[in-house]
């Protein structure tokens, strides 16, 4: 296969921050070439710059052997590159017709919208897409919305697709299909580029793999001949720890967290309990529950019927129960980003007595205990007086799963707590909720990582329609059950 | 040199604006040296200071009851009827009670911000209990203490000797001295005429009990953090609705600095209609300073001294009209405002060299 892209020795310096020092690494025409890394590893700047939003600071990029400098998005566009962004670039409120002519309409004064969707046909027919063009962006599924975005890039013809975590807003079935479409596309002479930190679909789908730490490149192979382990090891630069050991003394001990046929928005006749020194895991699809049942938790929400215990005692409205919780939306539930680390580090805590000099906060104290806890839970950089918003998502976490561990509560809810972390932030996590079950805390895990659950937890329990689906020890479960019990399959 | 930088480029803005100011006078037939000359008077004379901080006082006021709760996410367009309501029940405790000046002076500005708070709470538990929403509630509170305040004067308090509406003299005991005054005690003469007196200086006590209240107390931390992000405030145990109705409250309350320095320090009555539209401009004066209560300072004070500037130049000439010096006075302010835009562009200069 002839070399299409080539990058040398490409650095890119944003402040302080090193986002590439000295990449450089090849990609081949028609292939489907992974690049994978933790957050903040450089993954996405390295695109970026290919794709003329950022200059280079120094270094070198070759298309199709001749140097190039793109200047912005157009200069790449122009020579046949396309990307779609994590985050993607419609206008809810146009049509699909609409949103892919945009930017780039035809010639004259008037549109005229039946050759443009006749025009648009065909190419649907070329390349094996099937969307209504007439219906309005808003309404459509994401994973929908992300095929209007790939077609917006054939209609520009792009010959070469780079994909920014295309599947980190999809469901399950919905990545199956756009694999599928890439996999057409390839077929079709398409060079394909996917940004991920997900080892699946690296390891089922890509031909080559870049692998990049720190911002730089650790080593471009072929896929073949990697492992999940070996691949994991790369990306993180050192073996993956395995899980501590759990101990399992739960059966005598006596529920922290009960729910007795609770209802409550979506949620129907829910009743489950959690012990203490237990680690019960809620699974299920998004949207059968799962957020009610933080919001109930949190004390947004209070039952319409039911009962809701917690060490024994039956909740009241208008009082919040004294649990840590981990909230399922970090951006919108777990932290203010527009707050520094510190002042995010006691938010919740900030009328405890600790924090206080006399009637006022106390600077030190807060800072003082912001760098314990960010010591302690290995959050970057040790700066506390950063804007959170600034860090990344693993480091967001890690500080959010802190602070909630130094409420010292007897309960922790952990909603999605690894959900867009990278995987050194997830092994640190996984093993902290381990460590706080063998304290004696009651842990109730609410994730849609089937993975992640049957790792983690003594009991799982399936969310459908805001009902309990079915229950098994996790020794005992099997994917293929859960599975079915998540699709409405009763036990 | 760094810490001096911040400062550096709203200055940049105000020469330019001075420079394009001028040009327009020029233009309007007026002499060239006229900007100069009032800006002179206002920085450099004591009569012109005076009335610069005079005009600033009311403004710091409004301008901290507007950032209050914008920090708290909140837009207060009703300081201007918060203000009223506080007068009212300042000129009513003070035209009503007779008291030593121990007992007057703090129980009058006690009864303004209760006053003030009473109004901003009020804007607070519509927005927190009925979810109406703040701007439109603010601005009909606003129409409603207007006719308040003319009610109270015209039945409650009027003075029946003058013709214009306006209250009785307020005790002599509530009267709050000016600087002039105090300055004259220890054998200075400063501020010669000048009605600036010392609300002045509870108006910066004030900007720094707001600064400390917003980042050392564990209330100012949750009203900050409602402001940014109800959502995450619920889910950590904090209340909205308490939030948004203290923050209201504290709004409110500070607006009884402007009852304070108008009806305690000068003119010792409610006059109808004496507010030019503090509460209003003190939406300006917070937006330039970010909502940063020291900050409000000099922006207050930059808001009070073109006030002044300007007034001094519709009296030295007729070509300087009220409307002329209105747009003076928005393109100083434009200009200051825009450092972002100057930054930006000595930066991107900046860049090209390199």
Not at chain 1, 23 to 48: D, P, R, W, Y
Not at chain 1, 97 to 118: A, K
Not at chain 1, 195 to 223: C, D, N, P, Q, Y
Request: net charge neutral; glycine share 8%; hydrophobic share 45%.
């Amino acid at each position: 296969m002839a070399e299409l892209i080539r990058f040398e020795n490409v650095s890119k310096t944003f402040g302080e921050v090193k986002a590439n020092h000295g990449v450089s690494f090849s990609i081949h025409q028609g292939s489907l070439h992974g690049i994978v890394g933790e957050n903040g590893a450089g993954k996405s700047t390295i695109m970026k710059i290919l794709y003329g939003m950022y200059p280079v600071d120094s270094g070198e990029i070759f298309f199709q052997g001749k140097p190039v400098h793109f200047k912005s998005p157009l200069d790449a566009i122009q020579r046949g590159l396309g990307m779609v962004h994590q985050h993607f670039m419609l206008v809810p409120t146009l049509k699909v017709w609409e949103n892919i002519v945009l930017g780039s309409e035809p010639e004259g004064i008037r549109l005229h919208p039946s050759e443009i969707i006749s025009e648009l046909s065909l190419l649907q027919k070329e390349f094996g897409f099937n969307l209504d063009l007439e219906a309005t962006i808003e309404d459509l599924s994401v994973g929908i919305q992300q095929q209007v975005e790939i077609l917006k890039l054939l209609y520009r013809k792009a010959e070469t697709l780079i994909l920014d975590e295309p599947t980190a807003v999809l469901t399950p079935q919905e990545v199956d299909s756009l694999f599928a479409k890439l996999k057409t596309l390839k077929q079709q002479g398409k060079t394909i580029v996917l940004i991920t930190h997900k080892l699946k679909e690296i390891l089922s789908w890509t031909e080559f793999v870049t692998v990049m730490r720190h911002g730089a490149v650790v080593e471009t192979v072929e896929t073949k001949s990697l492992t999940e382990n070996s691949l994991a090891e790369k990306i993180i630069g050192r073996k993956q720890k395995p899980l501590p050991k759990t101990q399992t003394n739960v059966s005598d001990s006596h529920p922290i967290l009960e729910l007795k046929n609770v209802s409550y928005d979506k949620l129907k006749n829910l009743s489950f309990s959690v012990k203490k020194g237990e680690i019960v895991g809620i699974a299920g699809i998004d949207g059968n529950g799962q957020a009610e049942l933080a919001d109930l938790l949190a004390g947004v929400g209070f039952p319409e019927s039911g009962e809701l215990c917690y060490d024994g005692k039956t909740a009241v409205a208008g009082k919040t129960l004294p649990l840590a919780m981990i909230p399922p939306d970090r951006h919108a539930q777990a932290a203010i980003l527009e707050f520094t680390v510190e002042e995010n580090a006691i938010l919740g805590l900030q009328r405890s007595p600790r924090f206080r000099e006399k009637v006022l906060l106390s600077k030190t104290k807060i800072s003082d205990f912001a760098k314990n806890v960010m010591e302690a839970f290995d959050v970057r950089p040790r700066n506390c007086k950063a804007i959170f918003s600034g860090l990344s998502g693993g480091n967001q976490q890690k500080l959010v799963v802190g602070r909630e561990s130094e409420k010292n509560a007897a309960c922790l809810v952990a909603c999605h707590p690894t959900r867009g972390v990278d995987i050194g932030a997830i092994e640190f996590i996984h093993s902290h909720l381990i460590s706080l079950k063998n304290q004696g805390k009651g842990i109730l895990l609410i994730s849609s990582e089937l993975d992640e659950i049957l790792a983690l937890s003594d009991r799982v329990i399936v969310l459908y329609h805001g009902s309990v689906a079915g229950e098994k020890i996790a020794s005992e479960a099997t994917e293929r059950e859960l599975g079915l019990w998540m699709t409405g399959a009763t036990a | 040199m760094n810490r001096l930088k911040p400062l550096l480029f709203p200055f940049c803005g105000f020469m330019i604006a001075l420079f394009i100011c001028t040009l327009i006078l020029v233009a309007a037939g007026e002499r060239y040296s006229i900007l100069l000359e009032s800006f002179y008077n206002t920085f450099f004379t004591h009569f012109g200071l005076g009335y610069a901080l005079f005009y600033s006082t009311p403004l710091v006021f409004t301008g901290l009851s507007v950032a209050v709760a914008a920090r708290c996410g909140l837009f207060n367009i009703g300081a201007e009827g918060q203000l009223y309501i506080a007068s009212v029940a300042l000129t009513f405790v003070a035209t009503h009670l007779l008291l030593p000046i121990p007992l007057a002076i703090p129980l009058a500005i006690f009864a303004a911000m209760l006053g003030g708070g009473f109004w901003g709470g009020l804007a607070g538990f519509l927005k927190a209990r009925m979810g109406s929403h703040e701007v439109i509630v603010t601005i009909l509170l606003n129409f409603i203490a207007y006719s308040l305040t003319d009610y109270s004067i015209l039945y409650l308090f009027r003075n029946p000797e003058v013709q214009n509406p306006e209250s009785l003299e307020i005790f002599q005991s509530y009267r709050l001295p000016l600087l002039s005054d105090l300055s004259a005690l220890v054998g200075l003469e400063t501020f010669s005429t000048t009605p600036v007196n010392v609300t002045l200086f509870f108006a910066v006590l004030c900007a720094f009990l707001v600064h400390f209240f917003l980042f050392s107390t564990e209330k100012g931390f949750e009203v900050r953090a409602v402001g940014f992000n109800p959502k995450a405030s619920k889910f950590n145990h904090i209340s909205v609705e308490k939030n948004t109705i203290l923050a209201f409250v504290i709004a409110g309350a500070l607006t009884a600095g402007v009852a304070v320095n108008e009806i305690m320090g000068h003119q010792h009555k409610l006059i109808q209609g004496f507010s030019v539209e503090y509460g209003f401009t003190g939406i300006a004066v917070a937006l330039l300073a970010r909502n940063n209560p020291i900050g409000i300072l000099f922006s207050a004070f930059l808001f009070g001294s073109l006030h002044n500037a300007t007034r001094e130049m519709e009296f030295m000439s007729e070509k300087v009209t009220k409307e002329l010096s209105f747009i003076l006075q928005a393109l100083m302010i434009g200009f200051v405002a825009s450092e972002r835009v100057i930054s930006e562009v000595l930066s991107r200069r900046g860049k090209k060299h390199v």
